[in-house]
């Protein structure tokens, strides 16, 4: 088994090994893997983060020993706090990083950090206010940053920098957690999911206080909350099937 770091800021993972595949998620700085194939040119790697598999251009990220890669799996939280920052080189070179980029791997990189760094888990009150972090983000499928992020992303994402793990696609978060019975019974920081016509979750948001979601669709924005489910507070309509509460935390 062969193991892998990514080394610079923001890298496509491909659902096939192609440039022109499509973008299915992201590694962030510092995120780190197994890699299960090899090829001359891409690798089919497995997050240890969230276990989500994709192909990622082998010149976009660095090998590392097994035994790197149990150390930083049993690293404590070490996560970049700002909207974007940098990390510098032996050179002194500049490589820039997005906010929830994992700093455990600085040393062996041989880069250094100077930047708020998060070191422990956040009360759930904060999860509200990082989501803030990402708003007016443009919608992206597979995207992860406040540059371009999608539904499962932005949730994953928020969660991340309070020192939470969700897994990566609306359909997996949605098997997380304690499930409500009413809006009602929710607090801000709870995840609601959405499904289509065809009853498959499609859709997740973050439940805000008096019956606001802010949520990716378009970009990341705020609307309304009731038991049919996202009411488009611009269009005047509602845009998402409301198909159960979660509480995570």
């Known amino acids: 088994m062969q193991y892998g770091i990514c080394n610079l800021g923001i890298v496509p993972i491909r659902l096939e090994p192609s440039d022109t595949s499509e973008m299915v998620t992201q590694a962030l700085y510092g995120d780190y893997f197994k890699v299960l194939e090899q090829r001359k040119k891409w690798s089919r790697i497995r997050f240890a983060f969230d276990k989500y598999e994709g192909w990622i251009d082998n010149k976009q990220y660095l090998e590392i020993e097994e035994a790197n890669y149990n150390d930083l799996n049993t690293s404590d939280i070490n996560l970049s706090k700002d909207l974007i920052e ?61 540059f ?32 409500l019975s009413f809006i009602e019974e929710s607090e801000p920081g709870d995840l609601a999911f959405f499904d289509n016509s065809e009853g498959h979750i499609t859709h997740v948001g973050i439940i805000m206080e008096d019956n606001y979601v802010i949520h990716a669709h378009g970009k990341v924005r705020i609307d309304r909350l009731d038991h049919s489910g996202i009411y488009n507070i611009d269009k005047n309509v509602h845009t998402h099937k409301l198909r159960v509460i979660k509480k995570i935390v």
């Open 86 to 146: 940098f990390v510098t080189d032996a050179s002194n070179n500049l490589y820039p990083i997005p906010v929830g980029s994992d700093l455990n791997g600085l040393d062996f990189l041989n880069h250094n950090f100077d930047g708020a760094v998060l070191t422990s888990k956040s009360n759930k009150e904060n999860i509200v206010k990082s989501a803030f972090l990402f708003l007016n983000a443009p919608y992206l499928w597979g995207g992860k940053t406040p």
């Open 148 to 179: 371009g992020i999608d539904c499962s992303g932005f949730t994953q994402m928020v969660y991340k920098i309070n020192g939470y793990k969700l897994f990566r696609d609306a359909s997996e978060q949605a098997t997380q957690g304690e499930a």
